[in-house]
């Protein structure tokens, strides 16, 4: 199965929304605490014995820590960065024009960044500073930003079909729930007894979202109804550092963890987890599921490396 060796630790992968056969990691250095940061477009081979191939990369002073691809142009990238800035990168253009834009408004280190996927033309990051921040992509300066939560903010996440809806995970084990219309969180979901490390929508219930945390659990909540979760996913070994819905199967997630694995769960049975992949050796904190392609999945941690394969086979085999 493809695979390619970063020279920092990975940190966020994702599939581009425009070719099948094309992805972007973020890397941060000496485990992002202090260092530098790369970004890497990679291209999958036709023969999926291959490796992955570098079509460029773009070096930072500060880690990456997450990135999204736009949803309207092709060859643009947004990154979330450690000294608290969000970088734009145009994929089409040399690293000397790159970035085509540094947004420096968070106080502290932005570690999410979700593009609107029905607008279209615009962003949300979330920082370590305790906001999330609305963006577009014609402003210089953010649009508004959104103080409630008392702790870091890990994860913001646009509803798939709510245009002006999304929701955070926070560090003080809260989800809230925007409307960007509204002046205030319009719900808050006291979803677990530590911190909750991300959240994501359902792509074809847009009432249900997912939440991962570091007791190890993932929980998924029906927002109309949130006292109780509708589902508790258990079976990692340590904190959940990230939770994806399948873009193709309404009852299909991926998550992974601080226990070096990558696991694939169905929420809807009793014997929720059908995929569990061991091929890291340091703490998997990176993972995606092609939109393009029905159960290709990728994956980045600690171990500098990324993995490229399809939900059923062994990511490490030749």
Same mark, same amino acid.
């Given at each position: 199965?493809?695979?390619?060796?970063?020279?920092?630790?990975g940190?966020?992968?994702k599939?581009?929304?425009?070719?099948e056969?094309?992805l972007?990691?973020a890397?941060?250095?000496?485990?992002?605490?202090?260092?530098?940061?790369?970004?890497?477009?990679?291209?999958?081979?036709p023969?999926?014995s291959?490796?992955?191939?570098?079509?460029?990369?773009?070096?930072?002073?500060d880690? %990456?820590?997450?990135?999204?691809?736009?949803?309207?142009? &092709?060859?643009?990238?947004? @990154? !979330?960065?450690? $000294?608290? /800035?969000?970088k734009?990168?145009?994929?089409?253009?040399?690293?000397?024009?790159n970035?085509?834009?540094?947004?420096?408004?968070?106080?502290?280190?932005?570690?999410?960044?979700?593009y609107?996927?029905?607008?279209?033309?615009?962003?949300?990051?979330?920082?370590?500073?305790?906001?999330?921040k609305l963006?577009?992509?014609?402003r210089p300066?953010?649009?508004?930003?959104?103080?409630?939560?008392?702790y870091?903010v890990?994860?913001?996440?646009?509803?798939p079909?709510?245009?002006?809806?999304?929701?955070?995970?926070?560090?003080?084990?809260?989800?809230?729930?925007?409307?960007?219309?509204?002046?205030?969180?319009?719900?808050?979901?006291?979803?677990?007894?530590f911190? %909750?490390?991300?959240?994501?929508w359902?792509?074809?219930d &847009?009432c249900?979202?997912? @939440? !991962?945390?570091? $007791?190890? /659990?993932i929980k998924?909540?029906?927002v109309r109804?949130?006292r109780?979760?509708?589902?508790?996913?258990?079976?990692?070994?340590?904190?959940?550092?990230?939770?994806?819905?399948?873009?193709?199967?309404r009852?299909?997630?991926?998550?992974?963890?601080?226990?070096?694995?990558?696991?694939?769960w169905?929420?809807m049975?009793?014997?929720?987890?059908?995929?569990?992949y061991?091929?890291?050796?340091?703490?998997a904190v990176?993972?995606?599921?092609?939109?393009l392609?029905?159960?290709l999945?990728?994956?980045?941690?600690?171990?500098?490396l990324v993995?490229?394969?399809?939900?059923?086979t062994?990511?490490?085999?030749?």
């Amino acid at each position: 199965m493809p695979v390619f060796k970063t020279p920092f630790n990975g940190y966020s992968v994702k599939f581009s929304p425009f070719y099948e056969s094309r992805l972007a990691v973020a890397t941060a250095q000496n485990f992002g605490i202090l260092g530098n940061g790369r970004l890497h477009v990679l291209s999958l081979s036709p023969a999926p014995s291959s490796p992955l191939t570098e079509l460029i990369s773009f070096d930072t002073a500060d880690g %990456i820590y997450d990135l999204a691809w736009s949803e309207s142009h &092709d060859s643009l990238l947004i @990154t !979330a960065v450690a $000294d608290g /800035s969000v970088k734009l990168y145009d994929t089409a253009l040399p690293p000397t024009q790159n970035p085509l834009r540094s947004l420096q408004e968070h106080t502290r280190e932005v570690h999410s960044v979700d593009y609107n996927p029905t607008r279209r033309d615009s962003f949300i990051t979330a920082s370590w500073d305790d906001t999330i921040k609305l963006w577009t992509l014609d402003r210089p300066a953010s649009i508004r930003t959104f103080k409630e939560h008392t702790y870091c903010v890990y994860s913001a996440a646009w509803n798939p079909r709510h245009t002006d809806v999304f929701a955070s995970a926070s560090g003080d084990c809260t989800v809230r729930i925007w409307d960007v219309r509204e002046p205030g969180s319009t719900m808050i979901i006291p979803g677990h007894d530590f911190e %909750i490390l991300c959240c994501d929508w359902n792509k074809y219930d &847009d009432c249900i979202i997912a @939440t !991962a945390s570091v $007791d190890k /659990s993932i929980k998924v909540w029906d927002v109309r109804s949130f006292r109780a979760p509708i589902s508790v996913l258990n079976g990692h070994g340590y904190a959940v550092r990230k939770v994806k819905f399948s873009p193709h199967h309404r009852n299909l997630m991926v998550s992974c963890s601080y226990d070096m694995s990558v696991c694939m769960w169905d929420f809807m049975v009793e014997d929720a987890l059908v995929g569990r992949y061991d091929h890291h050796t340091e703490f998997a904190v990176g993972v995606d599921m092609s939109v393009l392609v029905d159960g290709l999945m990728a994956s980045t941690g600690w171990d500098e490396l990324v993995y490229v394969w399809q939900h059923g086979t062994d990511p490490r085999a030749p």
